[in-house]
């Protein structure tokens, strides 16, 4: 059974980057077919697309997040991770993993997701 | 890149209404269109993926239609579990975007 699972700090400082990284088990994160993504939702708010990588390190940002996000990739350790910079209350939210199924022809959607973790920016 | 429009943002429905969401792309991005359920507290499920595809597992109650710009999901007999929050999430070349949510409560 895959499993996702996201770790980091849950407070960051404004102006500081936020690292977080996701754990997968149960399967190989080098399979051709899926995306690796990050997935956030503010408290009380609709969810917000950041980001995928595939293992080749290919990655494809959110354009309105693309000059603060890296997203990459280490096969090894079947992870990937996230770095936001320059990060503002506004980045405070829950921040999913999730592996993207890639259907021929009519794109690639999440169909598992980490459980989530919070992120508060905050002094 | 890509922005989807999603209608309406909330809806009051009683066990057993026919319930309808409709989302609406800024390009004709084919069949590239999933759907998901959000429950509070938990992860997103994805329900619908390339417009109209059930995924495995989910009640045949909930479908998919639409393709190019104007997408719908249809819940033919609302059931309790169903009362939460959807949302559509759109890709078209290496371009995701969701849609802002519909949460359908009990009337």
């Known amino acids: 059974q895959l499993q996702l699972q996201e770790s980091g700090p849950g407070l960051v400082k404004p102006s500081e980057t936020l690292s977080l990284t996701c754990t997968v088990s149960?399967?190989?994160?080098?399979?051709?077919?899926?995306?690796w993504g990050w997935i956030r939702q503010p408290p009380g708010k609709g969810l917000e697309w950041i980001g995928c990588?595939?293992?080749?390190?290919?990655?494809y940002h959110n354009p309105s997040l693309e000059s603060r996000v890296t997203i990459s990739v280490d096969t090894s350790k079947t992870q990937f991770s996230l770095r936001l910079t320059s990060v503002t209350a506004a980045d405070t939210a829950v921040y999913y993993c999730?592996?993207?199924?890639?259907?021929?022809?009519?794109?690639?959607?999440?169909?598992?997701w980490g459980q989530g973790t919070l992120v508060t920016v905050s002094a | 890149a890509i922005q989807m429009t999603q209608s309406p943002s909330s809806l009051s429905a009683s066990v057993g209404d026919r319930v309808t969401i409709t989302c609406r792309a800024s390009?004709?991005?084919?069949?590239?269109l999933g759907w998901f359920q959000q429950k509070p507290g938990k992860a997103p499920n994805l329900l619908i993926y390339?417009?109209?595809s059930l995924q495995t597992g989910v009640p045949s109650r909930f479908s998919g239609s639409g393709s190019g710009t104007d997408f719908t999901l249809t819940i033919s007999s609302l059931q309790p579990e169903d009362f939460a929050t959807y949302y559509c999430?759109?890709?078209?070349?290496?371009?995701?975007?969701f849609g802002q949510g519909t949460k359908v409560e009990v009337k």
């Open positions: 999730a592996r993207l199924q890639y259907y021929s022809g009519s794109g690639s959607f999440p169909d598992y």
């Open positions: 390009q004709d991005i084919r069949h590239g």
């Open positions: 999430l759109g890709d078209y070349d290496y371009s995701w975007a």
């Open positions: 990588i595939f293992y080749t390190g290919s990655t």
């Open positions: 149960g399967d190989s994160i080098s399979s051709s077919g899926y995306y």
């Open positions: 390339a417009a109209s």
